[in-house]
């Protein structure tokens, strides 16, 4: 079993910067592929971002090319989302998941296997 942990979130203005953090711990394989996705009120949850453990090739959502960044760390088992200018349609909780087996599908929030329980992000305008 893998937990995930979150941490970082808050209140920011916009145009400010956030880095969310996203601690495994467990059973860790190195060829997990960990996620990002939001969820705003009223709304569906959104992929953000992706990345892959082995090589460290990342994907994102349309919304976030060019401000958000995922990185991770293998040594630390943690995986991070840095949020630059931010606006306040970025406002969501925001949460941590992996896929065990890489499936190449890493938009869809069914083909993840661990969820965290989410961070809020509250983008003041």
């Known amino acids: 079993q893998v937990q995930l942990v979150e941490s970082g979130g808050g209140l920011v203005q916009a145009g400010g910067s956030l880095r969310l953090s996203c601690a495994a711990s467990?059973?860790?394989?190195?060829?997990?592929?960990m996620g990002w996705f939001r969820q705003a009120p009223g709304k569906e949850r959104e992929f953000v971002a992706a990345?892959?453990?082995?090589?460290?090739?990342?994907y994102y959502g349309d919304s976030v090319k060019g401000r958000l960044t995922i990185s991770r760390d293998n040594a630390k088992n943690t995986v991070y989302l840095q949020m630059n200018s931010l606006k306040p349609e970025d406002t969501a909780v925001y949460y941590c998941?992996?896929?065990?087996?890489?499936?190449?599908?890493?938009?869809?929030?069914?083909?993840?296997?661990?969820w965290g329980t989410g961070t809020q992000v509250t983008v003041s305008s």
């Open positions: 998941a992996a896929i065990k087996f890489d499936s190449g599908r890493y938009y869809t929030e069914d083909e993840y296997d661990y």
């Open positions: 467990g059973r860790t394989f190195s060829s997990y592929v």
């Open positions: 990345i892959r453990w082995s090589g460290g090739r990342t």
